[in-house]
């Protein structure tokens, strides 16, 4: 069977042990032409000779991971990480991608437990970052995390909230559903029919484990309980045709394994969750 990957991109941290530049190369091989760049990769290889990489070998990028999180506990470090994402901003423009992953921070360092007061400030920032946003072109990628991360990772925990801050944040913004994420909240399709197929930058795919034995045992798609099929038909009903990714965290599995290997599979169960509407392809 013949599959269509040209919405399909690879993002970085699936394959961990690749550099930058074995991750272009080594995606491309496998017949991806997307990949969703991670920021210490693409700062170590260096954002100009990533953009170049990229344009030699004609890849398009989704995403760039992730942005400076907003747990600062003085007012001058949290204006300090409003700067960084300034300029991952402007890395994301030359490199092409279409959005910055916004993962915002959880509670605030020191001893400030207000997480109300937490999600206020993540508000702010964001609404002083669209306008650069809208500068240089590269959306805003709102992406609620599972609850379990509103400690330490992120007090962004819905796809209602985020959906709220996009009516907000109007073009400077959008939505990046991931089903790691999402899968078990009742709102979930309903949230995605409300984003409509604009609003939706990017949307990741994974599998929830049962068991999951830490934060960082994601599951391929098709090892775990999240129904993809239905979700991706619930996509298909709004007419979304952007981009999808793989995003797995595997510190037990996929990342002891060779990422040529993690590759090649990501390839295989991916592929019949990534065509085009109404596509039957044989």
Known sequence: MTYDLSRFAINQITTPKWSMPEALEGYKRQGVNGIAVWRHFMEDYGVTQTAKHLRELEMWVPSLCTSEWFNASTASDLSAAIDTNRRLLDAAAEIGAGCLMMVVGGIACGPDKDIAGQRARVRDALHELAPHAKKVGVK???????????????????????????????????????????????????????????????????????????????????DGVVDIPRIKGWLDDIGYTGPFELEIFSELDWWERPPEETTRIAVERCAPHVQPIGSNRG
């Open 140 to 222: 805003l990628g709102l992406e609620p995390l599972h609850p379990m991360y509103a400690g330490d990772r992120s007090v962004l925990n819905s796809i209602k909230v985020a959906n709220d801050l996009c009516d907000e944040l109007g073009d400077a913004a959008g939505l990046v559903p991931d089903v790691y994420h999402c899968w078990w909240d009742p709102a979930f399709e309903a949230e995605v029919r409300r984003a409509g197929p604009e609003r939706i930058l990017t949307f990741h795919y994974c599998d929830w484990l049962v068991p999951t034995r830490n934060l960082r045992d994601r599951g391929m798609v098709g």
